[in-house]
Nanobody, 128 residues
């Protein structure tokens, strides 16, 4: 069964850090790009960061310089290190996969329409 499971969320003070994990099962992670998305209350889900199968990374402007995405194919896991957290980072964070090919741009790699097999999400709450 193809599955992505997020973990690592929690409550943190503004300026703090969290590391999210996206663990894959039922398929080999190294053939896929993985994206992180988030949805805040009352808002649409938005792309945060993604990493291609070759390791290229993409970030939303709002998190650039603060978040770092990485992958460990041996552990079948993708990570999102989140530093200098702000209250506006509060959201449910989801990961998803894609095998999209061709010229990859930030717009394409942060578009949720290009991703599937969504995890259940993990809550991140940043208190100010």
């Amino acid at each position: 069964q193809v599955q992505l499971v997020e973990s690592g969320g929690g409550l943190v003070q503004s300026g703090g850090s969290l590391r999210l994990s996206c663990a894959a099962s039922g398929f080999k992670l190294d053939a896929y790009a993985i994206g992180w998305f988030r949805q805040a209350p009352g808002k649409e889900r938005e792309g945060v960061s993604s990493i291609s199968s070759s390791g290229s990374t993409y970030y939303a402007d709002s998190v650039k310089g603060r978040f770092t995405i990485s992958r460990d194919n041996a552990k079948n896991t993708v990570y999102l290190q989140m530093n200098s957290l702000k209250s506006e980072d509060t959201a449910v964070y989801y990961c998803a996969k894609t095998q999209i090919i061709g010229l990859l741009t930030t717009e394409i790699m942060l578009n949720q329409a290009n991703f599937g097999s969504w995890g259940q999400g993990t809550q991140v709450t940043v208190s100010s």
